[in-house]
């Protein structure tokens, strides 16, 4: 049975967080709003003279199409500079273990992966990315691309307080996420990591001579700042391919709970920047309460599948009893639940960095994971998880006001058609973009996986499908199976395209709906209005979340997951 | 209309007056490409040199041996590093956790086994048959789980105390320590938790087989 004594330290850690959620994100609130903040008298004449050079000011607010075009121009060249440096890697600076560049392929499929904060990996780290990509290249993407979802969630929110049509400035909002948000905490966190263990050297490798003889080699580099803001941006990049399963990366239980509150704190505090934005403090609660009960569920089936035990090793014998019916693939150092905590939260939270080999969890925990990213909003990653669930929100009060033949509205803003075809395209190119490639792949019979592979268990089936629903989600975590070549052309191709799909359709949509209540003014409630700050909202919106995922991806669980365990 | 266009701040308006503000005019496309290139710039300025160089700078010097990777030297030569396994398939070395690395880094993550896949049950089977014919354990010992199977990183240096030690009695015969030094040496050398639940019980194989060495005369 379950080992529970661990349990308090897993409560106390998501306890912690969303203790500090509403002061953090009312300080988040503010740093968009462009209100005085902690830190003005530093930063404020520094982001005065980066205005200055980038030609633009906080007054130049732009409407929808114009943010987009900055954002495609901005995240278009962090594409192309990471295409490049990763295709001639061989030929630039810090490659001292001489690693030759990228195929144009895998180059693509990482470049891509990388801008749309995904961070799925199709390379072993140690030996096919320089240490000069990793800090050079990937490392700007770990901060753009966190800066860029944090920039969309504030500029669709901005909505609701416009009647100007214009949602904020992009370079703007882009600027201030780094100097408020980003950079300072991520110092911070890197330090702590190395108080924790976590090496953070310009060395990249030492040569090591092992008791029983041989050599082993001990890869380092600037781990800590790395792993800081790869978690605290919810990109989930690891500076190594067993990312914070590796104990160089997430040296004890200590590490690993501390890794957890870096993960969870912007994306459990985006509710509360939110209501700081709209300046209405209840209107935080709906979205906060469904994304703990949402996340609670997950984590406790996550925990009980995981102590159960194991169908596969029935036929072992001469085995000692454990807690842990899934030991294949765990660490010694984490108990079960503080492991299972971390997985869950890099999962749902989009950042997609593991502590185990997911290929090896459960059945059932493999669908908890992949339930994550089909809803990518409980809380979903860097802004644009808060962003998914408001679009989720818009829908529901949409039907809820078809329900009761009233015209919805949300706080004062009427909720008309267009504003539901934007929610809708947001919300239905996810499923598109797991499931065309997917059939597309299969029929096609590329070398990565043939039909006959697939069929043959379904757990092939399973790995296809999380493959693509990580891409699709920009999530980045992998469920690898040795049957299951994810790198050859097709899939890196295909990859890169659900990515991009996946990162920036969504995001065209949150800005229009942004825009389109932006052009609105607002309206006094009136007797008929649904109440959207009540308990009854919260269940409703919890509900509605569930029930559109399950009706989109319950045939795909039937044929993975669940086959896996009857 | 108004020709005069006042600051547009990033706060709410104030009560809504029927006079629209003129918005701020839109970048051209001269001035987008030049605040993209200056933004890439100064960001890749920031994010690929100065911030890993202050943490480095800093790192360094409160606490540089973790920074360097905590490695372990014996006889004056580094050994490996104590966050990580590595092979200490020896008769008179307590073992690691197995890899399917062979604790090689370089290989990075290896694909594990599906859970209910039946390669899995037969690599358990395998590696019980091979622990059985090297391990020298009392008879009809049960392994303990986490002994037999593989790591997600392929070099955790940890096990759990009782995986350590079933591997008393092989041990014992090939060094002629006994088992009751053996057994105190194991128990001195577990980390308990700080606080019960904070963490498990283990044993760091590497930094017992390290302190192992000098007391057989090898190294």
């Not at chain 1, 106390?12 to 968009?32: E, H, K, M, N, T």
């Not at chain 1, 987009?68 to 001639?88: D, P």
């Not at chain 1, 950042?351 to 339930?371: K, T």
Request: hydrophobic fraction near 50%; proline fraction near 7%; charged fraction near 10%.
């Amino acid at each position: 049975m379950v080992d529970l004594t661990s349990l308090w330290d897993v409560v106390l850690v998501v306890g912690l967080v969303l203790a500090i959620a509403p002061w953090f994100g009312s300080y988040l609130g503010r740093v968009y709003l462009n209100r005085p903040a902690f830190g003005d008298v530093l930063l404020s004449p520094l982001e005065q003279a980066t205005y200055r050079l980038l030609g633009t000011s906080p007054r130049r607010s732009m409407r929808p199409r114009e943010y987009m075009v900055a954002l495609l121009l901005v995240n278009g060249g962090v594409f192309l500079f990471l295409y490049l440096y990763f295709f001639f890697q061989n030929a630039l600076p810090l490659d001292a273990t001489g690693v030759p560049g990228m195929s144009w392929d895998l180059a693509l499929h990482s470049a891509a992966s990388f801008t749309t904060n995904t961070d799925f990996t199709h390379f072993t780290n140690e030996s096919q990315i320089s240490m000069g990509a990793e800090v050079i290249a990937w490392q700007l993407a770990l901060f753009l691309s966190a800066a860029t979802g944090l920039s969309v969630a504030a500029a669709m929110i901005r909505g609701f307080i416009r009647k100007d049509g214009t949602l904020g400035n992009c370079y703007v909002d882009l600027v201030r996420t780094m100097t408020r948000i980003l950079l300072p905490l991520s110092i911070l966190f890197a330090l702590v990591l190395v108080l924790l263990g976590v090496p953070e050297t310009f060395t990249n490798y030492v040569t090591a001579h092992p008791l029983t003889g041989g050599i082993q080699w001990i890869y380092l580099g600037p781990v800590a700042s790395f792993q800081s803001i790869s978690l605290l941006g919810t990109n989930g990049g690891g500076w190594y391919s067993a990312n914070a399963a590796s104990p160089l990366a997430n040296p004890s239980a200590i590490s690993n709970l501390f890794l957890v509150g870096v993960m969870m704190l912007i994306p459990f505090s985006t509710p509360f920047a939110f209501s700081q934005i709209i300046r209405r403090k209840s209107e935080s609660w709906p979205f906060i309460g469904t994304i703990v009960i949402i996340f609670a569920i997950a984590l406790g089936l996550f925990i009980f599948y995981q102590a159960a035990t194991n169908p596969g090793l029935a036929s072992v014998s001469g085995l000692g009893v454990s807690t842990n019916g899934y030991p294949v693939g765990q660490e010694t150092r984490f108990s079960l639940p503080e492991a299972s905590l971390f997985q869950v939260v890099s999962v749902y939270a989009n950042v997609g960095a593991n502590n185990m080999a997911i290929g090896s969890i459960s059945p059932i925990g493999q669908m908890v994971l992949l339930f994550g990213m089909f809803t990518q909003s409980t809380p979903g990653g860097e802004g644009t998880g808060f962003a998914t669930l408001l679009l989720f929100a818009v829908l529901a009060i949409f039907i809820a006001g078809l329900m009761v033949g009233r015209t919805p509205e949300y706080l004062g803003k009427k909720i008309e058609t267009s504003h539901v075809k934007w929610a809708a395209l947001a919300l239905l190119i996810h499923p598109a973009i797991i499931l065309v490639p997917f059939s597309v792949g299969v029929l096609w019979g590329d070398p990565g996986i043939s039909a006959t592979t697939l069929a043959a268990s379904a757990h092939n089936f399973t790995s296809v499908l999380y493959e693509l629903t990580s891409e699709a989600a920009n999530n980045g975590s992998a469920l690898s199976t040795a049957s299951f070549n994810d790198t050859t052309p097709f899939w890196n191709v295909t990859g890169a395209l659900v990515m991009l799909l996946g990162r920036f359709v969504p995001i065209w949509a949150m800005l229009q709906v942004g825009g389109l209540f932006a052009s609105e003014s607002e309206k006094p409630p009136g007797p008929g209005t649904l109440r959207t700050a009540s308990a009854t909202f919260t269940i409703y919106l919890t509900m509605i979340l569930i029930i559109i995922s399950a009706l989109l991806f319950l045939p795909v669980l039937a044929l993975g997951p669940l086959a896996q365990i009857l | 209309m108004s020709a005069v266009a006042p600051p547009v701040s990033g706060g709410p308006t104030p009560a809504p007056s029927p006079s629209r503000r003129e918005p701020a005019p839109a970048h051209t496309t001269g001035q987008h490409v030049r605040a993209t290139v200056v933004l890439l710039v100064l960001t890749l300025f920031v994010s690929g040199f100065a911030y890993p160089l202050v943490v480095t700078g800093i790192a360094q010097v409160i606490d540089p041996n973790a920074a360097d990777g905590s490695l372990l030297h014996y006889n004056g030569t580094v050994v490996g590093s104590s966050l990580i396994a590595q092979n200490t398939d020896a008769p008179y070395l307590f073992w690691e956790r197995p890899s399917l690395s062979d604790y090689n880094t370089t290989l990075g993550m290896i694909t594990p086994y599906g859970p209910t896949d039946p390669a899995l049950a037969e690599w358990f089977n395998e590696t019980l048959a091979y622990l059985r014919e090297y391990g020298n354990f009392t008879v009809n010992a049960t392994l303990p789980i986490w002994f037999v199977s593989p790591s997600g990183s392929s070099i955790d240096p940890d096990l759990t105390p009782g995986a350590v030690l079933v591997q008393v009695p092989r041990v014992a015969s090939a060094t002629n320590l006994s088992y009751d030094f053996l057994t105190n040496f194991i128990n001195a050398h577990t980390t308990d938790p700080p606080i019960p639940g904070l963490g498990v019980s283990y044993v760091d194989v590497l930094q017992l087989d390290l302190d192992l060495l000098p007391l057989i005369g090898r190294g």
